[in-house]
């Protein structure tokens, strides 16, 4: 016998008890499901085309424009100087790797020639 094959009431009577007589079987039923309706939204007044303002000029004082070109420039020299920084610092990683291929390639050349 499979254990596929065994009902509830072989259970309660291999354990020794009757099926409790105030059982009900539950039964699980899934709501149904409802498609989602898209919605869609009509204007209840026709859309008019807004006229855009002309837009004020802001003009600085001659000081906040001379402290914007002042800040500017600084800007620029700084974006020069850490250009300069990095592309040190990428001229050393690979002379680091250069010299590192050099040296595996004179030790393997150097164990080849001691094991001979």
């Known amino acids: 016998m499979s254990i596929l094959d065994v009902t509830e009431d072989q259970i309660f009577h291999t354990l020794g008890k009757g099926k409790d007589p105030n059982f009900k079987q539950i039964e699980k039923v899934r709501p149904p499901v409802m498609p989602v309706m898209k919605k869609s939204y009509t204007p209840s007044q026709p859309v008019k085309a807004q006229t855009i303002q002309e837009s004020v000029k802001f003009v600085p004082s001659p000081e906040v424009e001379e402290s914007i070109n002042k800040l500017t420039n600084e800007l620029s ?18 002379l680091f790797a250069l010299i590192l291929i050099i040296f595996i390639g004179l030790l393997g050349l150097y164990i080849k020639n001691s094991i001979l």
Do not use: C, H, P
Not at 77 to 93: A, E, P, R, W
């Open 77 to 94: 020299y700084l974006n020069k100087s850490v250009g300069g920084i990095q592309t040190m610092i990428k001229l050393y990683i690979f």
